[in-house]
T-cell receptor, first 112, second 112 residues
Framework: GESVGLHLPTLSVQEGDNSIINCAYS??????FIWYKQESGKGPQFIID?????DKRQGQRVTVLLNKTVKHLSLQIAATQPGDSAVYFC???????????FGAGTTVTVRA | EAGVAQSPRYKIIEKRQSVAFWCNPI?????LYWYQQILGQGPKLLIQ????????DSQLPKDRFSAERLKGVDSTLKIQPAKLEDSAVYLC??????????FGPGTRLTVT
C-alpha cells in the first residue's frame, strides 16, 4: 500500500552516541520527504527535509539519507542529547500533491 | 515569526456533545491542514484548505465532522455529535508551499 513506515517503534541511545532512525516508504511517486520531532504535549516540529533528487542533506547535528533504490530514508543525530528524547516521524509527499503521509513514529529515549 | 496558534489546548466532553477547535495559521500561509493524531500513531490528514477552498476532505467523517476557513485565514473544526473514538489530539498545520508544514501545539480532546 501507499504508506510510510518506520522500522523500529523505539530506540534507546546513550547520551553522546549517534542515533540512527530508519524509515521505509512504498510510494515510488514520492519526491519529497520530511522528518519531524514531536515532544510530549507538543505538535510536530520540523527537523530536516530532502527532495528525491538528493541522496544526502545535512543540518545542525542531523543528517538525512535517502536511498531511492530500496525506498529507504534515515535520520542520523550526532552526539545525541537528553533534549533529543521525543517521537520522530518521517513523512512523504507525492509530486504535485500537498498531502503529507506520516508513518507511526519512533520513540527515542536518551540514557544519561 | 509567530507560529500556528490553536485553542483550546484541552477539552473534555461527553459522547454525543459537540465541540469546536480554532486555528490561526502563520501569516501568509495559503494552505491550512487539520490532522487527527490518535495516541501512538502518526498524524492523519482530515482536511486541507487552499485559501478558503477545500482541496481534500476525503478522510473527514462528514456525518459528524465539519470545517471551515473564513476569509482564507482562521479555521474551525467542529465535531457533532462526538463519539468515544474521537478522543485524540487535533493538530492544525499551515504551509506556504506544498512542502514544509508547520504545526500548532494541538488540542487534546477526551470524549467520555
Amino acid at each position: 500500500g501507499e504508506s510510510v513506515g518506520l522500522h523500529l517503534p523505539t530506540l534507546s541511545v546513550q547520551e553522546g552516541d549517534n542515533s540512527i532512525i530508519n524509515c521505509a516508504y512504498s510510494n515510488s511517486a514520492s519526491d519529497y520527504f520530511i522528518w519531524y520531532k514531536q515532544e510530549s504535549g507538543k505538535g510536530p516540529q520540523f527537523i530536516i527535509d530532502i527532495r528525491s533528487n538528493m541522496d544526502k542533506r545535512q543540518g545542525q547535528r542531523v543528517t538525512v539519507l535517502l536511498n531511492k533504490t530500496v525506498k529507504h530514508l534515515s535520520l542520523q543525530i550526532a552526539a545525541t542529547q537528553p533534549g533529543d528524547s521525543a517521537v520522530y516521524f518521517c513523512a512523504e509527499n507525492r509530486a504535485n500533491d500537498y498531502k503529507l503521509s506520516f508513518g507511526a513514529g519512533t520513540t527515542v529515549t536518551v540514557r544519561a | 515569526e509567530a507560529g500556528v496558534a490553536q485553542s483550546p489546548r484541552y477539552k473534555i466532553i461527553e459522547k454525543r456533545q459537540s465541540v469546536a477547535f480554532w486555528c490561526n495559521p502563520i501569516s501568509g500561509h495559503a494552505t491550512l491542514y487539520w490532522y487527527q493524531q490518535i495516541l501512538g500513531q502518526g498524524p492523519k490528514l482530515l482536511i486541507q484548505f487552499q485559501n478558503n477552498g477545500v482541496v481534500d476532505d476525503s478522510q473527514l467523517p462528514k456525518d459528524r465532522f465539519s470545517a471551515e476557513r473564513l476569509k482564507g485565514v482562521d479555521s474551525t473544526l467542529k465535531i457533532q455529535p462526538a463519539k468515544l473514538e474521537d478522543s485524540a489530539v487535533y493538530l492544525c498545520a499551515s504551509s506556504f508551499d506544498r512542502e514544509k508544514q508547520y504545526f500548532g501545539p494541538g488540542t487534546r480532546l477526551t470524549v467520555t
